[in-house]
């Protein structure tokens, strides 16, 4: 028997059981950091993931929605550890104590981003990031060097921005790994080499996107101090956008990515070529000054000279104004020759990206498909007059006027054709039709 109650003020739904069963878990507990491994890992068509976090003891279920798993870099696997911060949550239509996610982390990340806070400070503190200490990125950019692995997407990048910018500029890569144990001192080794040699106008120093495992190099006290020292002014492209790494903050400047960085450092081909003509005709004005004021000096001396008659002097000066007139030509001369041959050479190289050869090699196609058009059209009228005259042939076989030239007649009576003796009788009088023309006839006998 079941006990009988006076009161039902106690009583309580299932809904209304678990209702309060999630606020007391929401308010009591709240948020935690859990360090976990995943398992029974699904991706649902809505966005959301569903998962189970487990330890060697035990387990709990757990939910991350699609608004907070796209800031995860790496979709998660069956069995990463993970170190995810959450909300104690309770599902109540199955009753089901979960944890609603709000950040997931590979477990290491979360020492790597102290260490790296740690690292930030001491640097900021000396004043390796002090704005004084930038380098001005050069306006117009000659030859780029570029430190990064040489089979890596980001040298691709960079180079396929370059190419449809700029095609003039040079390119020198420092072959470096960007990933792993040796990494660090193969990046300053290309630093150093770079600036040993001393052949680039500006470095880009960087990779591609990754985790912060894959990009940590870029957040060594080395790099950086490295990153420093350098006399050439280094643009820093490290991973994506939302990526932060210690070389981006010491660096002259930083680029959000590696193809940002060589649009940085290249000039739209139309840009440099305007940049071209006010240069080449700020240097035929500035020619033209100098000329005109060599020409007014040639003038007083000569004056002078002059005036006090001194024949060989004037000869002698009058020589070497001459000599300075025709090595400021010559020398004007080869500047606008090599200004000329870098503008054709721009030139060239634009007009190998030309449509024209395109179209061209479009109205060859279309010609050719004109062609076989025209040669269809030819077969179908030949089919098609071909059948019709076996078809008049095949009639003019079966035709009645074929019959009568092979020597046969049609009897007619009153129009009719007469067909058996029944239909005639003595006296009537039949039209024959031959080949050639009409026989009329009067019957005397019927003989059946």
Same mark, same amino acid.
């Given at each position: @028997?079941?006990?009988?109650?006076?009161?039902t003020?106690?009583?309580?739904?299932?809904s209304?059981?678990?209702?309060?069963?999630?606020?007391?878990?929401e308010?009591e507990?709240? =948020?935690?950091?859990?360090?976990?491994?995943i398992?029974?890992?699904?991706?649902?068509?809505?966005?959301?993931w569903?998962?189970?976090?487990?330890?060697?003891?035990?387990?709990?279920?757990?939910? @991350?929605?699609?608004?907070?798993?796209?800031?995860?870099?790496?979709?998660?696997?069956?069995?990463?550890k993970?170190?995810?911060?959450?909300?104690i949550?309770?599902?109540?239509?199955?009753?089901?104590?979960?944890?609603?996610?709000?950040?997931?982390?590979?477990?290491?990340?979360?020492?790597?981003?102290q !260490?790296?806070e740690?690292?930030?400070?001491q640097?900021?503190?000396?004043?390796?990031?002090a704005?004084?200490?930038?380098?001005q990125?050069?306006?117009?950019?000659?030859?780029?060097?570029?430190?990064?692995?040489?089979?890596?997407?980001a040298?691709?990048?960079?180079?396929?921005?370059?190419?449809?910018?700029?095609?003039?500029?040079?390119?020198?890569?420092?072959?470096?790994?960007?990933?792993?144990?040796? *990494?660090?001192?193969l990046i300053?080794a290309?630093?150093?080499?770079?600036?040993?040699r001393d052949?680039?106008?500006v470095?880009?120093?960087?990779?591609?996107g990754?985790?912060?495992?894959?990009?940590?190099?870029?957040n060594?006290e080395?790099?950086?101090?490295t990153?420093?020292?350098?006399?050439?002014p280094i643009?820093? *492209?490290?991973g994506?956008?939302?990526?932060v790494?210690i070389a981006?903050?010491?660096?002259? @400047?930083?680029a959000p990515?590696?193809? *940002?960085?060589a649009?940085?450092v290249?000039?739209?081909?139309?840009?440099?070529h305007?940049?071209?003509?006010i240069?080449?005709?700020?240097?035929?004005? *500035?020619?033209?000054?100098?000329q005109?004021?060599?020409?007014h000096?040639h !003038?007083?001396?000569? =004056?002078?000279?002059?005036h006090?008659?001194?024949?060989?002097?004037?000869?002698?000066?009058?020589?070497?104004?001459? !000599?300075?007139?025709?090595s400021?030509?010559?020398?004007?001369?080869?500047?606008?020759?090599?200004v000329?041959?870098?503008q054709?050479?721009?030139?060239?190289?634009?007009?190998?990206?030309?449509?024209?050869?395109?179209?061209?090699r479009?109205?060859l196609?279309?010609?050719?498909l004109?062609?076989?058009?025209?040669?269809s059209?030819?077969?179908?009228?030949?089919?098609?007059?071909?059948?019709?005259?076996?078809?008049m042939?095949?009639?003019?076989t079966?035709?009645p006027?074929?019959t009568?030239?092979?020597g046969?007649s049609?009897?007619?009576?009153?129009g009719?054709?007469?067909?058996?003796?029944?239909?005639? !009788?003595?006296?009537?009088?039949?039209?024959?039709?031959?080949?050639?023309?009409?026989?009329?006839s009067?019957?005397n006998?019927?003989?059946?």
């Open positions: @028997m079941f006990p009988v109650h006076n009161t003020k106690n009583i309580l739904t299932v209304k059981l678990n209702r309060l069963a999630r606020s007391v878990l308010a507990i709240g =948020q935690i950091w859990l360090s976990a491994e398992s029974n890992f699904v991706a649902a068509s809505s966005g959301h569903y998962f189970t976090l487990k330890d060697d003891r035990a387990q709990v279920k757990g939910a @991350m929605f699609k608004g907070a798993n796209r800031k995860v870099h790496q979709k998660p696997k069956e069995g990463d993970v170190l995810v911060k959450a909300n949550s309770l599902y109540e239509p199955r009753g089901d104590y979960q944890i609603i996610v709000e950040h997931m982390e590979p477990e290491g990340e979360g020492q790597l981003k !260490q790296f740690v690292l930030k400070r640097l900021a503190s000396e004043g390796i990031f704005q004084e200490f930038k380098k990125i050069p306006e117009i950019v000659l030859k780029v060097g570029i430190v990064t692995s040489p089979t890596g997407a040298l691709h990048d960079i180079l396929t921005v370059l190419q449809r910018r700029n095609p003039a500029i040079e390119v020198v890569i420092y072959p470096s790994q960007v990933q792993g144990d040796s *990494a660090v001192s300053c290309a630093i150093t080499q770079a600036n040993l052949e680039v106008d470095l880009i120093v960087g990779r591609g990754g985790s912060l495992e894959d990009l940590w190099c870029f060594s080395q790099v950086a101090r990153i420093f020292a350098s006399s050439i643009i820093s *492209a490290v994506h956008e939302i990526d790494s981006d903050f010491v660096a002259d @400047m930083r990515t590696p193809s *940002a960085a649009e940085l290249s000039q739209d081909q139309s840009t440099l305007n940049k071209t003509l240069l080449q005709d700020k240097l035929l004005k *500035a020619f033209s000054r100098l005109q004021a060599r020409l000096q !003038q007083a001396v000569k =004056q002078r000279l002059l006090n008659h001194p024949q060989k002097q004037l000869e002698q000066k009058s020589q070497y104004v001459d !000599q300075l007139h025709a400021l030509q010559s020398a004007i001369k080869q500047i606008l020759t090599q000329k041959q870098r054709e050479h721009i030139y060239s190289r634009l007009s190998l990206t030309s449509p024209q050869k395109l179209l061209q479009h109205q196609r279309l010609q050719e004109q062609t076989k058009l025209q040669r059209c030819q077969q179908l009228v030949d089919n098609k007059q071909q059948k019709l005259l076996n078809n042939h095949l009639l003019d079966v035709s006027l074929a009568l030239a092979r046969y049609i009897s007619f009576k009153h009719e054709i007469v067909k058996n003796t029944q239909q005639v !009788q003595v006296g009537d009088v039949l039209v024959t039709r031959l080949e050639d023309g009409e026989v009329h009067k019957i006998q019927i003989q059946e």
